[in-house]
């Protein structure tokens, strides 16, 4: 034997569980309304969890309880640990999407979102699958914690800093494209560079600052005057009907807001490089059928 059977004795593997609702819900009373116990009960079982680890595991703030170091070290460990367990006492071999009720979430930053999404709800409406699919909002700078800790079942967007250790698949390539009201600005295309540089710009951006067209422009000697900005994508569309503004985004994203307004979609006046856009996941969900459904779900969202 590699495993000393004393080890367990003293061991509640319950508190695993509780623990692992904790880091999703970050609050004892909604920890305690997950596991259908009272809050008294969730409190307890936090204080036998703190003796078993030797660490306070969640400290107290005005937006609930937030991990300590040692809690997040430990949660995929953890988390994977009752997923295979979880795996030999109760999970069928093989996964029925229309008989299941499961939810599964999804990182996504909007600009995916806008392609990904209608697709997915109208595969699941027509193929009548009982599974939900929830997004999360993500970008390249918080996908890697949001699978790392378990929060999302896929990560779906531009990752090029995402560690090695994940499994990744690539989707498809995109690139950029400009998005204006054609009517309003009297602007037909391809835009010109000098319509271009002229028109006011709204800014998407994860820092409010500078993006990736001005790197471009600057390169040239080139500056475009913005006027605003927004962190999401989707958060351009008003601007758009109601100020005298041009913006330029993903093209995947200008395609699916061009689709379904409007609006124009143009080719920028300049050269943009293209990028990868990879579905990521973790290696403990490699074999999980569940897992697998789902990724070959998303493939089949975008073949259609």
């Known amino acids: 034997m590699t495993i000393d059977e004393r080890d367990f004795r003293n061991v509640d593997l319950n508190l695993l569980v509780t623990f692992e609702v904790l880091m999703r819900e970050r609050h004892v009373t909604h920890t305690a309304h997950a596991l259908g116990i009272s809050q008294a009960a969730a409190s307890a079982a936090l204080a036998r969890l703190r003796r078993l680890f030797d660490d306070e595991l969640f400290t107290r703030t005005k937006d609930g309880m937030a991990p300590t170091p040692k809690a997040k070290e430990i949660a995929p460990r953890i988390r994977w640990a009752l997923r295979e367990l979880s795996g030999v006492l109760f999970e069928e071999p093989v996964f029925d999407p229309a008989a299941s009720d499961r939810a599964f979430v999804l990182a996504m930053s909007d600009d995916i979102e806008a392609r990904m999404l209608p697709r ?30 378990g929060s999302v079942d896929l990560a779906i967007g531009a990752l090029p800093g995402l560690a090695e250790s994940f499994h990744r698949e690539e989707l498809f390539t995109s690139g ?9 600005l009297g602007l037909g295309t391809p835009l010109g560079l000098e319509d271009y540089l002229a028109m006011p710009h709204l800014l998407v951006s994860y ?34 009907k109601t100020a005298d503004v041009v913006v330029t985004l993903p093209r995947h994203a200008v395609q699916a807001f061009a689709a379904t307004t409007d609006l124009v979609l143009s080719e920028p006046p300049i050269p943009f490089p293209r990028f990868t856009v990879s579905m990521a996941w973790t290696p403990q969900r490699e074999n999980d059928p569940a897992q697998q459904w789902l990724r070959s779900f998303v493939r089949e969202c975008l073949g259609s």
Request: hydrophobic content about 35%; glycine content about 10%; charged content about 25%.
């Open 120 to 149: 997915m709800l109208q595969h699941l409406q027509e193929q009548k699958l009982g599974v939900s699919v929830l997004v999360r909002q993500s970008n390249r700078y918080t996908a890697e914690s949001l699978i790392t800790e």
């Open 207 to 240: 820092d409010g600052r500078r993006g990736i067209v001005d790197e471009l422009l600057e390169a040239r000697g080139l500056r475009r005057r913005i006027i605003g900005s927004t962190t999401h994508f989707s958060g351009a569309l008003t601007p758009l």
């Open 176 to 184: 950029y494209a400009c998005l204006y009201d054609g009517d309003r």
